[in-house]
């Protein structure tokens, strides 16, 4: 079965410190690792992205970490922020969203509390 | 969310009586996903279209049925709704590109 397993359950930070959620995954196949980004009684929204071909990307305050022949990949926040705290969850697919193989496969969740 | 509507937000039904959900997008996008999520197992899939009469079984899609008639309409139902299928769930949208949009989610509550 296709898991991506999610660590930690919840994450308590201080404000300006350094948030790290990690994944891991199994299928060598996968090629596109997502973060998404959860507020209560919303949607998921897609936070930042990354591809196999690289082995970090930086949007703003928010870095992805991906190692390849570990097959993890981590979610770096720096400087949080207490609006920051949200839900956020990784997840693994094979292909592009618009094919037959882009399903996505979900981590479990992190519960990020950033304290003022 | 933009282009995707979930509807009802809530609802309340009792067991062993069918339930459908509605998901509803203005993107003209070819695949739509149902997603339950539950603490603990994150989001998993229930179903899937890519496209019209089009559909698929996710990995937990036993008492869940689909139906897609036309591009812009997902309906999912719970057969003979149980306690175990109380839930938050959601639906999303692809394009040809990576990434989904998801809707706001209904909370469903099986008693």
């Known amino acids: 079965q296709q898991q991506v397993k999610q660590s930690p359950q919840s994450l308590i930070v201080q404000k300006g410190g350094i948030s790290i959620i990690n994944c891991a995954y199994e299928n060598t196949a996968f090629d596109y690792f997502p973060w998404y980004q959860q507020f209560p009684g919303k949607g998921p929204a897609l936070l930042i992205a990354?591809?196999?071909?690289?082995s970090e990307k930086k949007e703003g305050r928010f870095t992805i970490s991906f190692n390849k022949s570990a097959k993890q990949f981590s979610l770096h926040i720096m400087d949080s922020q207490p609006g920051d705290s949200a839900t956020y969850f990784c997840a693994a697919s094979r292909g592009a969203g618009g094919t037959s193989y882009g399903k996505l496969t979900f981590g479990q969740g992190t519960i990020l509390t950033v304290h003022p | 969310d933009a282009g995707i509507t979930q509807s009802p937000r809530h609802k309340v039904t009792e067991t062993g009586t069918p339930v459908t959900l509605r998901c509803h997008q203005t993107e003209n996008h070819r695949y739509m996903y149902w997603y339950r999520q539950d603490p603990g197992h994150g989001l998993r899939l229930i179903h899937y279209s890519y496209g019209v009469k089009d559909t698929d079984k996710g990995e937990v899609s036993d008492g869940y049925s689909v139906s897609r008639s036309k591009t812009e309409d997902f309906l999912l139902t719970l057969e003979s709704a149980t306690s175990s299928q109380t839930s938050v769930y959601f639906c999303?949208?692809?394009?040809?590109?990576?990434?989904?949009?998801f809707g706001s989610g209904t909370r469903l509550t099986v008693v």
């Open positions: 990354i591809r196999p071909d690289v």
């Open positions: 999303a949208i692809s394009g040809q590109g990576y990434g989904y949009t």
